[in-house]
């Protein structure tokens, strides 16, 4: 069956850092997205991306953040100069179709980003 | 806005009980998705049922079994004969149409502890 297929799987980084999260979502979707969950809370909406930009953004997706599908396979999370309170478990998600259509809402094992 | 709430935030119950899961949801749409997730230690989403608002009935998949009210707006999810690997964190979570990017708002999770 598909993946979506996330590396790495725990990066550590030093506060103040940029750090790159990388995500290949299934091959024929079209609808990306980033979640994160601080330990032991929820899972919150960061972000979702269609034709090359962003259609929604939640208030945590701040100027620190950005999306990028370089090459048509990899799908990015950049945080420019990381928090110790960016330390959470990303996840990534695709599907293949807009609108209602919510078949196939697909999200990968995550990573683990600690940010000391 | 869409809002999804899971009350009881632990649930412990020893191996062979039934177990039921509470999820209520707000939601202005006449159309939406309604979800269960489950996360084991391992931190992975585990995609476990989708239901759109248009179809109440009731479903039964082996041990597990969901039933969607529209009246009270909740999906409960119920555990017959828990088992210890059903030890897991449990999301409820929403999809509707006021969103361009389709994504999903997540309840808090229920932790539930199944003991041999």
């Known amino acids: 069956e598909p993946e979506v297929t996330q590396t790495p799987s725990h990066q550590v980084t030093q506060m103040g850092q940029e750090v790159i999260l990388r995500c290949v979502p299934i091959?024929?979707?079209?609808?990306f997205y980033w979640y994160r969950q601080i330990l032991g809370q929820k899972v919150e909406f960061l972000v979702s991306?269609?034709?090359?930009?962003?259609?929604?953004k939640s208030e945590i997706f701040d100027d620190q953040f950005s999306v990028e599908r370089p090459d048509g396979s990899n799908f990015t999370l950049k945080i420019r100069s990381t928090k110790l309170e960016d330390s959470a478990m990303y996840f990534c998600a695709s599907k293949p179709y807009g609108g209602m259509v919510n078949y196939g809402y697909t999200f990968g094992s995550g990573t683990r980003l600690t940010v000391v | 806005a869409q809002k999804v709430t899971q009350a009881q935030t632990e649930i412990s119950v020893v191996e062979k009980e039934d177990v039921t899961l509470d999820c209520v949801y707000e939601?202005?749409?006449?159309?939406?998705?309604l979800f269960w997730y489950k996360q084991p230690p391992s931190g992975e989403l585990v995609f476990l049922i989708r239901r759109n608002s248009f179809d109440e009935q009731n479903e039964i998949s082996g041990r597990y079994s969901w039933n969607f009210q529209k009246s009270t707006s909740s999906f409960n999810f119920t555990i017959t004969a828990s088992q210890v690997v059903d030890s897991a964190v449990y999301f409820c979570?929403?999809?509707?149409?006021?969103?361009?990017?389709?994504?999903?708002?997540f309840g808090g999770g229920t932790r539930l502890m199944v003991k041999p």
């Open positions: 091959s024929n979707h079209l609808y």
């Open positions: 979570a929403l999809s509707d149409q006021r969103n361009a990017g389709n994504m999903l708002t």
């Open positions: 991306f269609y034709n090359n930009e962003i259609s929604e």
């Open positions: 939601t202005r749409d006449t159309t939406y998705y």
